[in-house]
């Protein structure tokens, strides 16, 4: 009798918890990795389809893991704009992307995007990362979750964008915009990681 439950009672107890635990991405991308090529496009709020090689400015590309819904994105998007100001001005592409693929019918579809974009007044790219394709190479975890990548697109920061999502007039380290401002004047970024926090990705 315990013989059988061994053999296939067991198991079968292990498969449903297996099934059970949430997806997680690959281990995060390393500082100096090269970004992954992806030979897949993303569609843009716009209806374009976009590539990161296409995003890319001849700085660099500055990629953000967000989404609708996630509170920690709320506290933290009034600094997108900042990002994307210091950014564009010299020569670094910048793209938020979408990777909440479990809840794209609760808030997370490319017309609640639009929506968002239009409210917060985005004029950066903001799309869908279907089936969380770029998410799971690059090894994010959370929204937001900050990349950023030199010229040669190697990455040279990761992690949060500052050290207080609640108050931006409150903030002591201003990692993203530093690391950003760095690479920008060929200087050695300081932090080159640190810990992202926010609300993990809604893989399938």
Request: proline share 3%; charged share 25%.
């Amino acid at each position: 009798m315990m013989r059988i439950f061994k053999k296939t009672v067991l198991p079968l107890l292990a498969l449903m918890i297996f099934s059970a635990m949430p997806l997680q991405a690959q281990k995060a991308l390393s500082i100096g990795a090269k970004a992954p090529e992806i030979n897949r496009s993303v569609e843009d709020i716009s209806g374009r389809s976009l590539t990161l090689q296409g995003v890319a400015g001849s700085n660099g590309l500055l990629v953000i893991f967000s989404c609708n819904t996630c509170p920690w994105v709320a506290k933290w998007e009034d600094r997108y704009p900042v990002l994307h100001r210091i950014a564009t001005a010299n020569n670094v592409g910048m793209i938020a992307l979408n990777p909440n693929e479990r809840i794209r019918d609760r808030g997370e579809s490319l017309e609640d995007m639009d929506k968002r974009a239009q409210k917060q007044d985005y004029n950066f790219y903001y799309a869908l990362d279907k089936d969380h394709i770029i998410a799971d190479a690059f090894g994010a975890t959370r929204t937001p979750e900050v990349f950023l990548f030199d010229s040669n697109l190697n990455l040279v920061y990761h992690g949060a964008i500052d050290d207080n999502a609640n108050d931006a007039q409150a903030v002591q380290e201003r990692y993203a915009i530093d690391a950003l401002n760095a690479l920008i004047a060929g200087e050695q970024i300081s932090k080159k990681e640190t810990k992202s926090l926010g609300c993990t990705i809604k893989r399938n």
